[in-house]
């Protein structure tokens, strides 16, 4: 089988990029609606468990509750979701947008550093820098204001470093695309799921079905699924740190479409924020013909 090129990377990434626009507004709507973070949480890992199971055959680890898969369930599955989830009851999905993937290429870029030893090149490092800028230009405003949104910020940016760890150490232990999500979607479930069931609060009953059902098919079939294997994927070929930079082009996406969608205010310190966000990944990133694939 012929290597993949970056040019096939990119394009995964940008299907990415597109996944996880939509995600931040659909866990946003989520966030408001009389579902609770557990339940959304449940939602996405019951319905990845039920699409994972069949699979489990000839992609999960023997044992499955191995220490490797569980540091993966353990950061990218549960740390994740959980923080993610119940920081969009808290905060509005703008700030999502900027902390969750903006926050990216300086999480993955220090545990690139730390597990794997990887430096960062001066080009890259100035886009981070930039990419830093915008973030901190959106935590100025909230310090500003004094609102009552930092708790949420806070979550999202445990989310972001949960997410960061994942990447590197699936990449560095190289475990295949479809056996990340394989065991990530059984073993999340199978913590999760009973704990859930048995002590968490619920606000199932007062939610309806179309809630539910949104929530099933975006947060369970196409961002806990598909969106985990092809996410591995891309950072197969590119390597983590360049797919952060590319998943930092979620803010300006995701922001703008809050505003559209949600109807969230899109204030000039939220674009000059997303400005910056931009700017670093664009100067962080070369053309795809340029770049040779990292070790």
Aim: aromatic share 10%.
């Amino acid at each position: 089988m012929p290597h993949p090129s970056p040019t096939q990377g990119y394009l995964l990434a940008l299907l990415i990029v597109v996944i996880w626009s939509g995600f931040v507004l659909v866990a946003r709507m989520g966030g408001v609606s009389p579902l609770t973070p557990y339940d959304v949480v449940a939602i996405r890992l019951g319905t990845a468990f039920l699409i994972v199971l069949p699979l489990a055959r000839r992609h999960a680890s023997r044992p499955l509750f191995a220490p490797r898969p569980l540091a993966l369930a353990a950061t990218g599955g549960l740390g994740y979701t959980l923080l993610a989830f119940a920081g969009f009851h808290l905060a509005p999905a703008s700030h999502a947008a900027v902390l969750l993937s903006g926050f990216q290429p300086f999480a993955v870029t220090l545990f690139c550093w730390l597990v794997l030893g990887e430096r960062p090149s001066s080009r890259r490092s100035f886009g981070i820098l930039l990419i830093a800028a915008g973030a901190a230009l959106l935590g100025a405003r909230i310090v500003r204001a004094g609102a009552g949104d930092w708790p949420g910020d806070l979550l999202f940016i445990g989310a972001s470093l949960c997410l960061a760890f994942y990447t590197v150490l699936a990449r560095h232990w190289r475990i295949g695309p479809w056996a990340v999500t394989v065991n990530v979607g059984l073993l999340s479930a199978l913590i999760y799921l009973p704990v859930y069931v048995l002590a968490l609060p619920k606000g199932l009953a007062r939610a309806g079905w179309g809630d539910i059902a949104l929530q099933a098919a975006y947060q369970g079939v196409l961002a806990a699924v598909l969106q985990t294997a092809i996410y591995m994927r891309a950072v197969q070929i590119l390597g983590p740190s360049r797919m952060s930079m590319l998943v930092a082009l979620v803010p300006p996406l995701a922001a703008l479409g809050a505003a559209l969608f949600l109807h969230e205010p899109l204030t000039a310190t939220i674009l000059s924020s997303l400005t910056l966000v931009f700017l670093g990944v664009v100067v962080g990133n070369k053309a795809p013909r340029l770049l040779p694939k990292e070790a």
